[in-house]
């Protein structure tokens, strides 16, 4: 008996010519570039090395677009961008020790925020693996341990044979729910080694589902429909699995009121009715959400942020709705809900009845007019004024990429991410250095829209490398620098807490001729005079910079009692 799947894996005519006669002058670095082209990959990022070379020279016989940074770090913050935006594996390409290792800030960021990162990097020969101590330049005893507590999966190749299997399977547990970033190694000589093996076409590596079970689905279900105060924390997960339309279908049936951690930005419309929007670190927002009887959290582990510092306490019964199972009732006792978020929120909608209450929308705007006054109350009218000319001056489905900085911070809370997947941060790891290089990534996956990326003097000088990588591709990014002369979250942080600040302070260029000196056009500018800039260095292509000197300040906080 044949069946057509049997059909299938017999090649045609012409397939068999081309596997019985490759075309000479490749090697393992060509089985590499051949599979991520099979897999759908058309954009790699990376830095070249020694032991990598036969990846980076097969590069020039392949059809991949090729878009090299000046660090490591920064090559897996824009791969990481690259992820987000796409939804697809952003590959990596890294050479062995050092820049491998300078990438795991970055990868550890993708981790934390389930950007799908594919990490490719050499390693010494093969006869030097396992641990032995054999002197080769870049040897680690063994260099995939220090990433395995960083990422999702890791993958050693030790033959040309392996390549395309383990690439297809680090691609398909990248993109299997929760995204993350993954490892492979390769052997520098098994990438210098000339290949007779086949040129690799079509590669199968589907991500597997993960529904939820249905007998959960039942009770959750029936626990929202005859909830009396429902109420839904919305996170980065509906944003990776592009399930904000179905969560605002969710929350307008059961009338739920919605707030999104800052990792869920724009996953439930800033004005709508319905929106508590992100004021996370607000008691009034934690008192609100202890208040619901019962609380849908979805693709949200409830973590540092997410609970105004581990203040929360709810009342109510919680549902957790999440791809990590990790993260699952990790923080607090919980009907959980192992899925992937576009999946369970589908799956809650066939199965809830629909609520009335007019009172719904009524609180939420006395929630939202009591942040009001808490904030005024503070005369922070700067902080107020800047993020708004920002939000002015940025195309409503444009996207931005922030760093750990004050404005960043305020950010959180107060800006309108205007679309889904539109406005990113590096909340997820918390550390500097990721908003430009990330924006240069996303500039990378979208040439059509401009890109907004926003750091402080501080988290600048870890990126400043890359303002020769946005003039060389031309990429449309323009980076706001708020320049208050050093680390000026630490600054505060410091003096509230000591009555003086230690090592923030930071001497630092003049960072609008720094970038003429790139070639990239800069502008000095000033809270009065800072929307009309970014607009136009928005509007115009290819990279700029504009430069806010400013010293912003945080409102207080509330979960210090």
Do not use: C
């Not at 040309?160 to 399977?169: L, T």
């Not at 195309?395 to 406005?423: E, H, V």
């Not at 609008?512 to 500018?525: D, H, I, N, Q, Y």
Request: charged letters at 20%; aromatic letters at 6%.
């Amino acid at each position: 008996m044949t069946h057509d799947h049997d059909l299938e894996l017999r090649p045609n005519a012409a397939q068999t010519e081309a596997a019985l006669n490759p075309p000479p002058g490749r090697n393992g670095g060509d089985l590499v570039v051949e599979t991520l082209a099979g897999l759908g990959a058309t954009t790699v990022f990376g830095l070249p090395g020694q032991h990598a070379l036969g990846m980076f020279d097969a590069l020039r016989r392949s059809d991949l677009r090729y878009v090299g940074l000046r660090v490591e770090n920064n090559a897996g913050f824009a791969a990481d961008a690259y992820g987000r935006i796409t939804g697809e594996a952003a590959p990596l390409l890294l050479s062995t020790g050092p820049g491998a290792l300078t990438s795991l800030a970055a990868l550890q960021e993708a981790r934390a925020a389930s950007a799908p990162v594919l990490a490719i990097s050499s390693q010494i020969p093969t006869a030097g693996l396992g641990g032995g101590r054999h002197g080769y330049l870049h040897e680690l005893p063994d260099q995939a341990a220090s990433f395995r507590g960083v990422v999702k999966s890791v993958h050693t190749v030790r033959t040309q044979s392996q390549i395309p299997s383990a690439i297809a399977e680090a691609w398909k547990s990248a993109l299997t729910a929760p995204h993350g970033p993954v490892w492979v190694e390769i052997p520098q000589d098994v990438l210098l080694l000339a290949t007779s093996l086949p040129v690799v076409t079509a590669v199968d590596a589907t991500p597997e589902d993960l529904p939820p079970r249905v007998e959960l689905t039942a009770v959750a279900a029936d626990l929202l429909t005859r909830a009396r105060r429902p109420a839904i924390i919305a996170g980065g997960g509906v944003v990776r699995a592009d399930a904000s339309g179905k969560l605002r279908q969710l929350a307008e049936r059961l009338r739920a009121p919605v707030v999104t951690t800052f990792g869920g930005k724009g996953a439930f419309p800033w004005t709508h009715p319905l929106s508590l929007q992100s004021w996370l670190e607000d008691r009034h927002t934690t008192d609100f959400l202890e208040d619901a009887d019962v609380l849908l959290v979805v693709g949200s582990g409830l973590g540092e942020l997410s609970s105004n510092y581990h203040t929360f306490a709810p009342r109510g019964r919680v549902i957790q709705i999440e791809a990590d199972l990790g993260k699952l009732e990790s923080n607090h006792p919980a009907l959980g809900i192992h899925a992937d978020a576009r999946l369970a929120l589908q799956a809650l909608l066939e199965a809830v009845g629909e609520r009335t209450d007019p009172t719904a929308p009524e609180r939420v705007r006395e929630l939202l007019d009591k942040v009001r006054e808490r904030i005024a109350s503070q005369e922070l009218t700067l902080e107020q004024d800047v993020l708004s000319a920002v939000r002015r001056a940025l195309p409503k489905d444009a996207p931005s990429f922030w760093d750990m900085t004050i404005l960043a911070y305020w950010a959180w809370s107060a800006f309108d991410a205007g679309a889904p997947n539109t406005m990113h941060s590096a909340q997820g790891a918390g550390g500097l250095g990721y908003g430009f290089p990330a924006a240069l990534g996303a500039a990378a996956a979208d040439p059509t829209r401009p890109v907004l990326a926003v750091s402080g003097d501080g988290g600048a000088l870890y990126s400043v490398a890359e303002l020769a990588t946005a003039r060389q591709y031309g990429l449309n990014v323009t980076w706001l620098i708020v320049d208050d002369g050093g680390y000026g979250i630490l600054r505060e942080y410091m003096t509230d807490a000591f009555g003086q600040a230690t090592a923030t302070e930071l001497t630092r260029p003049d960072y609008v001729a720094l970038a003429e000196s790139f070639g990239v056009p800069g502008v000095r500018t000033s809270p009065e005079t800072l929307e009309a800039d970014l607009a136009r260095a928005l509007a115009a292509p290819g990279p700029s910079v504009v430069v806010l000197p400013a010293v912003l300040r945080m409102f207080a906080p509330t979960h210090l009692g």
